[in-house]
């Protein structure tokens, strides 16, 4: 996972912004819950609009902002991080109600591929217990969820390494152990190792990256100017699978840390 950057100085499209809000006054007027539940209905088209969409997928360079893929996944789906509807915990128990004051709120969406989305739903699980209620101001800020946020540095709680069944999600190393709960819980919730495809995609850019550090070693045997030429072209290689706009950069990063030599990291990464 690879943290999505969402500028402070740019926003969705003003005619979509200025839908949005209408909709979200109209939240706030509403006296009852089924009042509530028909505007969110009938303005469903809001969250599904090319326009929020694809200015959401430029912020990611058409990437999942969970799974950091292209076509791994499946087609595209605008996902609310913190349900809108309902809202359950880790094996659809204990539903309680979503977050409706967020159904069109820009900062709650995330692309997200359309299996990944499914899997997802409304599960929604948190660390603590204490969830966010629209009548406390800044509640979201007392609310601890478990389901890691791709739009914070959570991202930097997940990494990878390559197992017989293809590359795998796992907790970076040196997490602690409530770090290391909401990183499987996210793994399972989202299902990060459950499509082989997406598996078999992480696997390819791993072993990729693992080949042009092995290159980098047995360039040693060369005369000085062209191990230094070779390594050089490597170097600018990997730099390019690791840059923010690149599919799966995260796995690259995490292929290099992991394999690479102290040297290797500090060109590709200094």
Not at 156 to 166: A, K, T, W
């Amino acid at each position: 996972m690879r943290k999505v950057h969402v500028p402070n100085d740019q926003l969705p499209p003003v005619e979509w912004l200025a839908e949005a809000e209408a909709a979200c006054a109209a939240l706030a007027d509403a006296k009852t819950e089924a009042e509530r539940d028909t505007i969110i209905d009938t303005k469903q088209r809001l969250w599904r609009d090319e326009r929020i969409r694809d200015w959401l997928l430029g912020l990611f360079h058409n990437k999942c902002w969970y799974s950091e893929a292209q076509e791994g996944v499946s087609a595209y789906h605008v996902d609310h991080y913190r349900p809108k509807g309902r809202v359950t915990d880790v094996g659809r128990v204990n539903p309680e109600p979503g977050y409706w004051w967020l159904a069109f709120r820009w900062q709650n969406y995330r692309i997200c591929g359309q299996l990944i989305n499914v899997k997802k739903n409304d599960v929604f699980p948190l660390v603590g217990g204490y969830r966010a209620t629209p009548d406390v101001a800044d509640s979201l800020r007392l609310e601890a969820p478990a389901l890691l946020d791709p739009t914070t540095d959570d991202a930097r709680l997940i990494s990878f390494e390559m197992d017989e069944d293809g590359c795998q999600a796992v907790p970076s190393g040196g997490t602690d152990e409530e770090d290391r709960g909401r990183v499987v819980t996210t793994i399972e919730v989202i299902g990060l190792n459950r499509l082989d495809r997406l598996n078999s995609k992480r696997a390819d850019v791993w072993k990729e990256c693992r080949e042009k550090l092995a290159s980098y070693t047995a360039a040693a045997g060369e005369p000085l100017a062209l191990k230094q030429l070779q390594r050089a072209l490597i170097v600018m290689d990997l730099k390019k699978r690791v840059a923010y706009e690149s599919e799966l950069s995260s796995v690259a990063e995490a292929c290099i840390r992991k394999v690479g030599s102290e040297v290797v990291c500090a060109q590709v990464f200094g």
